[in-house]
């Protein structure tokens, strides 16, 4: 069991974590919604730390996104990347020497061992112990490696990574402060991976490693982790540390109970901020989620909150994120302004001078009385008209070939990084190329999912000016509108997707 750090006799410190690999997800906000509230409630601090450990994924654009996005719900930090703190650098990719000796360090007392299998011999054991009914598992070949060979390997610079040696037997304990008493049999637990072939340390070093560097007294994180506790159990006995209290919260849900993904709801807070909901909305809204006040009202700051915050007001039951809810609670906020803060408010949202500007170069010319211009660009700052399968019918294409270039164009936007009109112009005209289909065609589902209309301003200057995340909600919601795609049907586009030649 682990021993749970007294609160009054030192600050608490909590942190959120995000990975900075695509849009700011409104589950990290929820995250840091819960850990900032923590901290401010017994007077400690907040800290940020960018997990960019995945090389392939991790991006700039995104970790600035991410703290945008986490600024304009007035979800600050008191020490990230870009404020000082006590206990930086507060990017993982700063910090490799750290994970590197403490590493070094578990392989020198024979808790980590060097594995040299390759990736083949890894599948090959993966596809034999599923067809066997097992849980994958690494099956510990490399720990009978002997010394000798060992060196030889690593002199030479074959590839490798270290991975955590664990229990054959037994079961590992431990609190959860929503939970309670968790047991898990090590047998369940893989010999994770704590350093990757590149060098760069996986998350379960790294979390470690990083809690314990700064201070962190209580970890709020999502309950996907709660199976990778074990793993961290060992690492911090190896190290000698106390292990922070740990709270794994419930994650978002759909309506229907299954885990919330882009696929069945917006989850970019940019989607929102997007759509004119409040960043005071958002946060009272995620508040709900797993959390209520006291006297049960329904509508609060964050001050408030931190006034009456208790975690153990806190339910690990599955929270249902529900937009026809958000968007009562968003009416509510906006009844209550005053006049001049409803002015202010749409003002800050959209109509404003900056933004109507990048529209000019667009209605100008197709502009004979003013009168004519609020209907061209009705679905740039209002939503799309309603549509219906009707809306996609065309000479040359069916509804099957509607769905696969809409699905092959979003899955081309969510691996854009540059969301400029020329770029996505390129993107697209090599995937209608790559698709064998002419641009025209391919043009027109996308002209009726992006603007619910066949005839609208130029595409790719509204797919700009819409942004990432609501041209791809619009796509999203245009698949559905022609009847959806199966899970098997998804795949099959995913497999066609790769094949295709680009
Ligand atoms: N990078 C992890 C994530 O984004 C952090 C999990 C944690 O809070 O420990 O899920």
Redesign the pocket.
């Known amino acids: 069991t682990l021993s749970t750090k007294s609160e009054c006799s030192m600050t608490v410190r909590t942190?959120?974590?995000?990975?900075p690999t695509g849009d700011p997800h409104l589950?990290?906000a929820y995250?840091a919604l819960f850990n900032r509230a923590f901290a401010k409630k017994f007077g400690g601090q907040f800290v940020l730390r960018i997990?960019d450990t995945d090389q392939a994924r991790s991006t700039v654009e995104s970790e600035q996104v991410i703290f945008d996005a986490l600024r304009w719900m007035g979800l600050e930090w008191d020490e990230g990347p870009d404020i000082e703190g006590s206990s930086g650098p507060y990017r993982q990719s700063e910090r490799l020497e750290h994970y590197a000796k403490h590493a070094a360090e578990l392989v020198e007392y024979g808790h980590a061992f060097h594995c040299f299998c390759s990736t083949e011999r890894l599948a090959e054991l993966r596809r034999a112990q599923q067809s066997a009914g097992e849980t994958p598992r690494y099956d510990g070949l490399c720990l009978g490696l002997d010394e000798a060979d060992k060196v030889r390997r690593l002199e030479n610079g074959d590839a490798h990574v270290i991975r955590l040696r664990v229990p054959d037997n037994g079961e590992c304990t431990f609190e959860d402060g929503l939970r309670g008493i968790i047991t898990i049999p090590w047998q369940q637990v893989d010999m994770q991976v704590l350093v990757k072939s590149d060098g760069f340390p996986t998350?379960h070093l790294a979390?470690v490693v990083d809690?314990h560097m700064m201070d962190i007294t209580h970890?709020?994180?999502?309950e996907?982790?709660i199976s990778s506790v074990p793993k961290h159990v060992l690492l911090y006995q190896h190290f000698g540390w106390e292990m922070p209290s740990h709270y794994h919260l419930p994650l978002l849900r759909n309506p229907d109970q299954t885990k919330m993904s882009k696929r069945r709801n917006p989850t970019s807070i940019n989607y929102y901020r997007r759509c004119g909901y409040l960043p005071e909305t958002l946060l009272n809204y995620l508040a709900l989620m797993g959390w209520s006040m006291p006297d049960q009202s329904e509508m609060f700051s964050f001050d408030e909150m931190v006034e009456a915050f208790d975690i153990d007001r806190m339910s690990a039951g599955a929270p249902v994120f529900d937009i026809e809810k958000l968007n009562w609670l968003n009416g509510q906020y906006i009844r209550d302004m005053s006049a001049t803060a409803f002015m202010d408010r749409v003002a800050e949202w959209a109509v404003n001078r900056e933004r109507f500007q990048e529209l000019v170069p667009l209605v100008q010319e197709r502009t004979e009385r003013f009168i004519d211009l609020l209907p061209q660009v009705d679905y740039l700052l209002g939503e799309r008209a309603e549509i219906t399968q009707a809306n996609f019918e065309h000479k040359e294409l069916d509804d099957g070939d509607c769905i696969r270039i809409l699905d092959h164009a979003l899955r081309t936007l969510e691996r854009t990084r540059s969301w400029e009109r020329d770029d996505l112009f390129d993107e697209l005209k090599s995937l209608a190329e790559a698709m064998d289909v002419k641009f025209r065609d391919f043009l027109f589902p996308l002209f009726v999912a992006i603007s619910g209309r066949d005839v609208s301003l130029p595409l790719f200057d509204s797919l700009a000016f819409l942004g990432s995340d609501l041209s791809q909600s619009r796509i999203r919601t245009a698949i559905d509108v022609l009847g959806g795609v199966s899970k098997k049907e998804r795949r099959r586009l995913e497999l066609e997707f790769k094949d295709l030649d680009r």
Request: aromatic share 12%; charged share 30%.
């Open positions: 942190r959120v974590a995000p990975s589950g990290t995250m997990e998350y979390v809690d970890v709020l994180r999502g996907e982790w």
